[in-house]
């Protein structure tokens, strides 16, 4: 059919409906194989690029006029068209959709035409409402159509219908199957479902022709290829709505106009909403948005969100009330839903409860920052070591100030190093055996004072070495030299006395004794380790002068 067909003559034969499915944004839903023939594939545009192929009857401002006022509009045009504009509800009344019906037909039949028209354009709303039902499945459709296929035919009291689809079969009220009849597939682009079946009562005297005739033929033609995407959509997203309810997150999903068009059960228990009260509602209205920080509302504006760019995930300190009147925060993700020619046709958000998560976060934060404080003011040198491969190198992820303080090297010019090539004299240490073993067996080990030298110098060293959960080698040591050289003095010290001929004993402020050397023993009968740490008083008084 051309475009030129629309101001033809009223002698034309009847043809096909054309239909059309025009969402609020004004872009083009759906539309029929006869309308594709007039317009072109010009599905996902916007309808008011058409106004040009338009007969002078249907103007753009109608459309408008149909969404305003959410009444129908229905005209005979040039006595050869009739032209409806059928607005489809939502639940609280608005208008999401409209359809947009052209028939061509006789004056004199257009009466008949008109009635027909209105029983197909109620069909065609009822099933376009049933593509947005959340309980929505297979044989629901099927059921549906099998009862209301029926009233939209030319002569409802003669006709029946039966469906088959995936193997089920549906039939409708006082079925009755004769041999008057004709078949529809119901299929998509991907698969056959099954088939459409209408019937007319043999008894009827009427011309066949009448009965199956090129608006039912249509009719059938739509129905059954607008069963065949629901079918397809219901069975490739009723995985996808298992996995929705089943997730710990929830999950809100909008149109183009902000409008909620699927909510799973997570996120209504979030928002303290029924799913069928939030379905269709302004997201703003359902899901109130606070900044944690300042208590000020969040809105979210979806149509910014689509066309301009930038984040389309909730603000960083995004906060809801719950039922329970407590303020939890939240954290989201979010991505644009595109249909199946890849045009943005809204936005999903997935998002969860963060409170409890955020407050471990802050407690976690606060005790790094006291380990921290601790671990830098520790008199002991700590070296944290991640390894590679089989214990083959160990590398510097952490040294403490006083680590700093003993290697005379700062901390920037340690991290990332193997060990062994930041301090070539741990190997000859016997560091790296130790740390293989503890790395290997997970039990900790002591290295007593040693001996070390390298290029920094060369002193004393005790080191502790143990295995963190994470896998990571700590080093704990300290510089022992110092005390080394003083524990030599002492044992120096001590040898010299041993050797002198006369008892020498010492005590304390408490007169315990602290040493006593072997001319002591000798003098006294008592062996040192029997009197070091007694009064002075039990083991120098003679015998019988205890009281004195």
């Known amino acids: 059919m051309s475009v030129d067909s629309f101001d033809s003559a009223s002698t034309k034969e009847p043809s096909n409906v054309i239909l059309l499915e025009i969402g609020r944004n004004g872009l083009i839903e759906w539309m029929n194989e006869e309308a594709k023939s007039l317009f072109g594939a010009v599905r996902g545009e916007s309808f008011f690029s058409l106004e040009n192929k338009l007969t002078d009857c249907l103007k753009t401002e109608i459309i408008d006029r149909v969404f305003t006022e959410g009444a129908l509009f229905s005209t005979t045009c040039s006595e050869s068209q009739q032209i409806s504009v059928t607005p489809?509800?939502?639940?609280?009344?608005?208008?999401?959709?409209?359809?947009?019906?052209?028939?061509?037909?006789?004056?004199?039949?257009?009466?008949?035409?008109?009635?027909?028209?209105?029983?197909?354009?109620?069909?065609?709303?009822?099933?376009?409402?049933?593509?947005?039902?959340?309980?929505?499945?297979?044989?629901?459709?099927?059921i549906f159509l099998a009862n209301e296929l029926p009233n939209a035919m030319s002569y409802p009291d003669l006709a029946s219908v039966k469906i088959i689809c995936d193997g089920k079969e549906y039939l409708s009220p006082n079925?009755?199957?004769?041999?008057?009849?004709?078949t529809y597939p119901i299929q998509s682009e991907k698969a056959d479902f099954g088939f459409i079946t209408e019937y007319y009562d043999e008894s009827s005297e009427m011309d066949p022709s009448e009965l199956f005739n090129e608006n039912e033929k249509?009719?059938?033609?739509?129905?059954?290829?607008?069963?065949?995407?629901?079918?397809?959509?219901?069975?490739?997203?009723?995985?996808?709505?298992?996995v929705l309810e089943s997730i710990g997150d929830g999950v809100v999903s909008t149109d183009m106009e902000g409008r909620i068009v699927f909510i799973n059960n997570v996120a209504a228990k979030m928002i303290g909403k029924e799913e069928s009260e939030a379905v269709g509602e302004q997201i703003n209205k359902v899901l109130k948005l606070y900044d944690s920080e300042t208590g000020r509302r969040i809105l979210l504006d979806t149509k910014k969100m689509i066309t301009a760019e930038g984040s389309i995930s909730f603000h960083p300190n995004a906060a809801i009330v719950s039922p329970a009147g407590t303020?939890?925060?939240?954290?989201?993700?979010?991505?644009?839903?595109?249909?199946?020619?890849?045009?943005?046709?809204?936005?999903?958000?997935?998002?969860k409860d963060v409170t409890e998560e955020r407050g471990f976060l802050k407690r976690l934060a606060d005790n790094e920052s006291r380990f921290r404080l601790l671990f830098d003011n520790m008199g002991m040198g700590v070296m944290i070591c991640s390894v590679e491969g089989h214990a083959e190198k160990f590398i510097l992820?952490?040294?403490?100030?006083?680590?700093?303080?003993?290697?005379?090297?700062?901390?920037?010019k340690l991290i990332g190093r193997d060990i062994v090539e930041a301090f070539p004299g741990s190997e000859r240490f016997g560091l790296v055996e130790v740390f293989r073993k503890v790395y290997s067996s997970g039990e900790p080990a002591h290295i007593p004072a040693t001996h070390y030298s390298d290029k920094t110098g060369s002193g004393w060293k005790e080191v502790s070495v143990f295995k963190l959960p994470s896998g990571e080698i700590v080093s704990l040591y300290q510089d022992v030299t110092q005390r080394r050289r003083y524990q030599t003095e002492l044992e120096m010290q001590s040898h010299i006395l041993n050797e002198v001929g006369k008892a020498i004993v010492a005590t304390d402020s408490n007169r315990e004794i602290t040493f006593w050397n072997k001319a002591a023993e000798e003098l006294y009968g008592w062996k040192s380790e029997e009197v070091i740490?007694?009064?002075?008083?039990?083991?120098?008084?003679p015998e019988g002068n205890e009281k004195k």
């Open 218 to 242: 249509s009719l059938f033609s739509t129905v059954a290829e607008r069963a065949g995407e629901i079918v397809e959509r219901i069975k490739t997203s009723r995985t996808f709505f298992e």
């Open 88 to 142: 489809v509800h939502t639940n609280d009344g608005g208008v999401e959709r409209v359809v947009l019906s052209i028939a061509e037909c006789e004056i004199a039949k257009v009466k008949l035409q008109s009635l027909q028209l209105k029983r197909e354009l109620h069909l065609i709303n009822k099933i376009s409402k049933f593509m947005w039902e959340k309980d929505r499945s297979v044989s629901s459709l099927m």
């Open 175 to 182: 079925f009755r199957e004769t041999s008057l009849s004709s």
């Open 533 to 541: 740490g007694k009064k002075a008083s039990e083991v120098l008084m």
């Open 397 to 412: 992820r952490d040294v403490n100030k006083a680590a700093e303080r003993l290697e005379g090297v700062r901390r920037e």
């Open 327 to 351: 303020m939890r925060l939240l954290a989201d993700s979010a991505e644009f839903v595109q249909d199946d020619d890849g045009e943005v046709i809204g936005i999903v958000h997935s998002f």
